[in-house]
């Protein structure tokens, strides 16, 4: 089964860190453009990070430069997302994505919460 699973969503404090995992399946992640997207209560889907297929380009968004880092381990065929200083407008679903031209796959999502 080809397929994306989150993992390390929670509850944390304002100031915490969290680290999110994105396990692939059925699939090599190797030659795809990875990512992370957030969905907040009543807001649209942002992207948050992506990064290359080698790992040698990564992007941010402006809400998260400096706080939040993207990487990947093509050999365990998984990446990831550290978050850092979170902030309650971090609060939300997040979720992986991986694209290789048309083809696209999106994992369940995982809950991060971020309230004292």
């Known amino acids: 089964q080809l397929q994306l699973v989150e993992s390390g969503g929670g509850l944390v404090q304002p100031g915490g860190s969290l680290r999110l995992s994105c396990d692939a399946s059925g699939f090599t992640l190797d030659y795809y453009y990875i990512g992370w997207f957030r969905q907040a209560p009543g807001k649209e889907r942002e992207g948050v990070s992506c990064i290359s297929s080698s790992g040698g380009s990564t992007k941010y968004a402006n809400s998260v430069k400096g706080r939040f880092t993207i990487s990947r381990d093509n050999a365990k065929n998984t990446f990831f997302l550290q978050m850092n200083n979170l902030k309650p407008e971090d609060t939300g679903v997040y979720y992986c994505?991986?694209?290789?031209?048309?083809?696209?796959?999106w994992g369940q999502g995982t809950q991060v919460t971020v309230s004292s």
């Open positions: 994505n991986a694209n290789l031209d048309s083809t696209i796959y």
